[in-house]
């Protein structure tokens, strides 16, 4: 029983070094949540996880370290702590930084081209195809004529007798 | 349908196009939603006298820039000696926002570079800043004299741009009204 009993020791033993590892990874890649309540917390991480930072333009305010991604984020907390929606903190950054803060800009005349854009491209794609096949449907060969008639008698036969072909 | 072959070549043409415009573009040039709207009030200490406070009310009816600097913004040593020449040709009253400095390194800055500015507020925590949208000093708010901002400049300000630009739109702005 010895051997079973030493197994069983060093397999705990090692569960728990890698569970600290595992925390000690995870202090080191996350920021420290600020705020003592986790609630408020993941609803922050939320919203930051769709506003862009001005600074670092392809990095969500969730993940940039930038000053100013620091300031918004402090912002989006406390806004929403005293109580106020997702949609009126957004609108209240918005005001300031405009729509370029949200990865999701609003649907109006000067982002309709980007949202319907590529709808658009794809249903002319789809139209040009299918006009294509159909006119390529409808379209009869040609009828041959009598020297190709001649021709194409010809290749046959030369086609049917290999071993004459050959020599 | 002779033509059919240079279709691709038209395609290419009018993509290079698109991609040598984008490549002028710049993309930290960030349409303010600010321009045309009445420039956020607020009422700051001021950098060399402590006691006493700026507020925007104080510039009613004149036109004038608000430029947002710091002794730690390297790009904001570009456009200073701009604004000091603006500053000593008294061409526009420019109010500096000292953004998220520390006083002493401020002034020592100032007593540097020269002080270009007839005014300036302080925001130590960035609070004014973030009102106004600010993601990179330097950057220059056009104010009118009703208070509403009607150009905001990011970036270093060059001569080249103050005078294409800027400038007719103060002209224009203090003959007005």
């Known amino acids: ?167 | 349908m002779k033509a059919k072959f240079l279709v691709p070549l038209a395609i290419f043409l009018l993509l290079a196009g698109f991609l040598a415009y984008g490549l002028k573009l710049n993309p930290r040039e960030v349409p303010s939603p600010l321009v045309g709207k009445p420039a956020p009030a607020f009422r700051v200490a001021q950098l060399q006298a402590p006691d006493a406070s700026f507020g925007t009310e104080d510039m009613r009816g004149q036109v004038w820039l608000l430029n947002v600097w710091a002794s730690w913004c390297v790009s904001c040593r570009q456009e200073h000696p701009l604004l000091v020449d603006l500053g000593r040709r008294g061409v526009v009253p420019v109010v500096g926002l000292n953004y998220k400095d520390a006083p002493a390194d401020a002034m020592g800055y100032l007593a540097q570079h020269g002080n270009p500015y007839t005014t300036i507020a302080v925001d130590p925590n960035g609070a004014v800043g973030f009102d106004y949208g600010v993601y990179g000093t330097p950057e220059t708010f056009l104010i009118d004299r009703d208070g509403v901002i009607r150009y905001k400049h990011i970036g270093p300000l060059t001569r080249e741009k103050f005078d294409r630009v800027l400038m007719p739109m103060i002209a224009e702005l203090s003959r007005a009204g």
Not at chain 1, 102 to 125: E, H, M, Y
Not at chain 1, 139 to 156: G, H, S, Y
């Open chain 1, 1 to 167: 029983m010895p051997a079973d009993f030493y197994l069983k020791r060093l397999l705990r033993a090692a569960t728990l070094a890698l569970a600290c590892l595992g925390t000690v990874a995870h202090a080191a890649g996350e920021a420290v949540p600020v705020s003592d309540d986790p609630e408020l917390e993941a609803r922050v991480l939320a919203l930051s996880h769709n506003l862009r930072c001005l600074v670092c333009q392809n990095e969500s305010v969730a993940e940039s370290r930038a000053p100013l991604a620091v300031d918004m984020r402090n912002q989006v907390r406390e806004q929403l702590a005293a109580g106020r929606s997702e949609q009126e903190v957004v609108d209240f950054l918005v005001a300031r930084f405009g729509d370029f803060v949200v990865f999701t800009p609003p649907f109006k005349a000067t982002t309709a081209l980007l949202w319907i854009g590529p709808g658009v491209l794809l249903v002319a794609g789809v139209a040009g195809l299918a006009l294509r096949l159909r006119r390529r449907l409808n379209e009869t060969p040609a009828p041959l004529d009598d020297a190709e008639r001649a021709r194409a008698r010809a290749l046959l036969a030369a086609g049917s007798s290999p071993e004459e072909s050959r020599k």
